[in-house]
């Protein structure tokens, strides 16, 4: 069956909205809700040659809970229906056995960052395997090189990963 696949901002705030609903729904009296969708790629290497190439695909969901004033938090990586319902219903649950905190709660809306600055913070690295383990070589060998006492190296790795995230309460 396997976890759905998040292919747009818009799926993943549909996610979020929905996910808010239920918990209203369910007897929270203010939640927040987080979806994140992320992928990457790491490749060693140790003695100039290719230890390992991980390929990474993350994906979860988290909420966050108030009945008043006590709060929990619940998470899952299983983007399925079946499984964001049962966990907004075990954070609601949990928060119903939680002790009062007076300063929990989100923040007042004057608080919050309504229309977010474009940062221009993206800048995917289209970067192929080759590309990354040759890096990950020169690198080595520069530690290597630095010191003809050095002889051995626990290697030298390289990662690149892209990902979004979708937070609303």
Not at 26 to 51: I, M, W
Not at 105 to 121: E, I, S, T, V
Request: charged share 25%; hydrophobic share 35%; with cysteine.
């Amino acid at each position: 069956m396997g976890t759905p696949t998040i292919s747009s901002a818009e799926e993943m705030k549909a996610l979020v909205s929905h996910a808010l609903e239920t918990a209203l729904k369910l007897g929270a009296s203010s939640a927040a809700a987080e979806v994140s969708d992320e992928k990457g790629r790491c490749v060693t290497v140790r003695n100039f040659d290719t230890e390992s190439i991980e390929y990474t695909r993350d994906r979860s969901f988290s909420i966050c809970v108030y009945i008043g004033k006590s709060r929990a938090s619940a998470s899952s990586g299983d983007l399925s229906p079946k499984s964001i319902e049962n966990t907004i219903r075990a954070a609601v649950d949990m928060a119903r056995y939680t002790a009062e905190d007076k300063d929990a709660g989100l923040p007042p809306a004057d608080r919050l960052c309504l229309k977010p600055r474009n940062l221009n913070l993206c800048h995917p690295w289209d970067i192929s395997v080759e590309e990354m383990t040759d890096i990950a070589v020169r690198a080595e060998r520069a530690g290597r090189d630095y010191s003809p006492q050095i002889v051995n190296s626990d290697g030298a790795g390289i990662n690149s990963s892209v990902g979004s995230f979708v937070l609303g309460n």
